[in-house]
């Protein structure tokens, strides 16, 4: 079955440090890519999307690498800042009757601590 | 230009009760999603809906839930003779275009059900 994986486990690293967060999925091919971040009690927030055919992205401090044949996508914070803590989601589009509906994991939270 | 919107924020039902969880999406979207988030747990997809039309509803539980996303108004996601097992956050997002485009959703604030 498909599955998309990521850390359960909180991520701490120390302010100015680049955190670095993990996607792993199997058994399916997705056309793209997003990167989604939940403060607690709000909704995700849409950071980066990034597609099958490119293999970095970057938004100011943010970079995204989408990994085809590792079925991973790795996502960079770099010159991490306390407000950067929260929980980061990956998605992936699954084909679902032609719709292609996104589906999240279950994200990883992470903590900078000043 | 307003985000989502979605209300009530909190809701709090009774067994049995019904409860109705609403869903304006971003000014000119026509597209909206249902997702509905445990503690701990990562988002759900439940349902996919256009103006009149449900697109997809494979995430949705067979028995006591509904959408709708009528010409007029917002969508409404109708939960019947609520479970506890039922409590839960609710996320409503929206898109301007299919999501095979990869088009970027935008989520409402969400709203909290708890069943006594």
């Known amino acids: 079955s498909q599955k998309i994986e990521q850390n359960s486990e909180a991520l701490n690293i120390q302010e100015g440090k680049t955190a670095t967060l993990t996607c792993n999925y199997t058994n399916y091919s997705p056309a793209y890519l997003q990167w989604y971040r939940q403060d607690p009690g709000r909704g995700p927030v849409f950071l980066l999307l990034i597609r099958e055919n490119e293999k970095e992205k970057r938004k100011e401090r943010l970079k995204v690498t989408f990994d085809t044949t590792l079925k991973q996508s790795l996502f960079h914070i770099t010159a991490s800042q306390p407000a950067d803590s929260a929980t980061y989601l990956c998605?992936?589009?699954?084909?679902?009757?032609?719709?292609?509906?996104?589906?999240f994991g279950r994200g990883t939270s992470l903590i900078v601590h000043p | 230009n307003a985000g989502v919107m979605q209300n009530p924020r909190h809701l709090v039902r009774r067994r049995g009760q019904e409860a109705r969880l609403r869903c304006s999406p971003m000014k000119g979207h026509s597209h909206v999603y249902w997702y509905r988030q445990l503690p701990e747990e990562g988002l759900k997809f439940m349902v996919y809906l256009q103006k009149e039309n449900i697109i997809d509803e494979s995430g949705m539980p067979k028995e006591r839930f509904s959408a709708e996303f009528p010409k007029e108004g917002p969508s409404i996601l109708r939960i019947q003779q609520v479970v506890r097992g039922d409590s839960a956050a609710y996320f409503c997002a929206s898109s301007g275009g299919q999501p095979a485009g990869g088009q970027t959703q935008y989520f409402g604030p969400g709203t909290r059900l708890l069943v006594l």
């Open positions: 998605a992936l589009d699954i084909g679902s009757g032609g719709s292609y509906i996104p589906t």
